[in-house]
């Protein structure tokens, strides 16, 4: 079932993804924002906590469409690289769905979730990645269900 957010619950859900990760702001230097809607997220977290933010875009979908390999934008995965002198990052996506994005970057990059870095995100499916769960979510979402947030077109 599509699930539509507007602008109102989805600041509300923000708001409430914030207070969780609210006094825990200081374990991370910089916030990674996954494009295309984990940047919309990111930057929001970032700019509240005075948190350095860089952004990566991995993506495993065209539209709707789920592809078997990510697109990566490649300088994106370079300039992370260099700039990798961080003690610990907060890595944010707007949801945590299949948990293949989450995966890539761990494979991708060899830093330990829970060690190096801790995820926020708005949801959370448990159903298709229970051994991925975020440190910070708000809401947990269906197989079932497909969320559209506001800044999505259809």
């Given at each position: 079932m599509k699930i539509h957010l507007?602008?109102?619950k989805y600041n509300n859900l923000l708001l409430r993804l914030l207070q969780k990760i609210n006094?825990?702001?200081?374990?991370?230097e910089v916030v990674l924002g996954i494009?295309?809607?984990g940047v919309w997220v990111s930057r929001r977290i970032a700019n509240f906590?005075?948190?350095?933010h860089?952004?990566?875009?991995?993506?495993?979908?065209d539209g709707e469409q789920r592809l078997t390999e990510p697109f990566v934008n490649e300088n994106d995965l370079l300039i992370f690289k260099k700039k990798w002198n961080f003690t610990k990052l907060l890595w944010v996506d707007d949801i945590v769905d299949s948990g293949s994005t989450l995966r890539w970057f761990i494979d991708k990059t060899g830093l330990v979730k829970g060690?190096?870095?801790s995820v926020a995100t708005i949801h959370w499916c448990e159903?298709?990645?229970?051994n991925l769960e975020p440190e910070f979510f708000v809401d947990k979402k269906l197989k079932s269900d497909w969320i559209v947030y506001p800044w999505e077109k259809e």
């Open positions: 507007d602008q109102t006094g825990h702001q200081d374990e991370y494009k295309n809607g906590f005075y948190k350095t860089w952004d990566i875009h991995i993506s495993f979908y060690k190096d870095f159903e298709n990645s229970p």
